[in-house]
């Protein structure tokens, strides 16, 4: 499920003032995931985040992989998360051009 928030994205999408100030922000985050899958009994969960963070060299993108259970199952995690994920976009897309060819909007 996808929770879109373009104010919120926007409030996101501002780079951490450097490396070590994003690293120690995912480090917090990890931290509060580990103590909310307890709390929530989730056995197995898997997090990719994607953030930003300024360098001399200016803005650079980071992504972080943060898994938490049975290592053996982080790739079936994410590959049911992929699949899931195409087949809402395609879904999406069918969508959109049944609307083009006929007019309507669903």
Do not use: W
């Amino acid at each position: 499920m996808n929770y879109s928030d373009p104010k919120t994205y926007r409030e996101m999408s501002i780079p951490f003032a450097s490396n070590e100030e994003a690293s120690k922000a995912n480090e917090a985050f990890k931290d509060e995931l580990a103590t909310l899958r307890k709390k929530y009994r989730m056995r197995d969960l898997v997090v990719v985040a994607q953030f930003s963070y300024e360098s001399s060299e200016g803005e650079c993108d980071a992504v972080s992989l943060n898994s938490f259970g049975h290592a053996g199952n982080v790739e079936s995690l994410l590959a049911y998360a992929l699949g899931v994920t195409q087949t809402e976009r395609q879904q999406h897309n069918d969508r959109l051009l049944r609307a083009i060819k006929t007019g309507k909007r669903e």
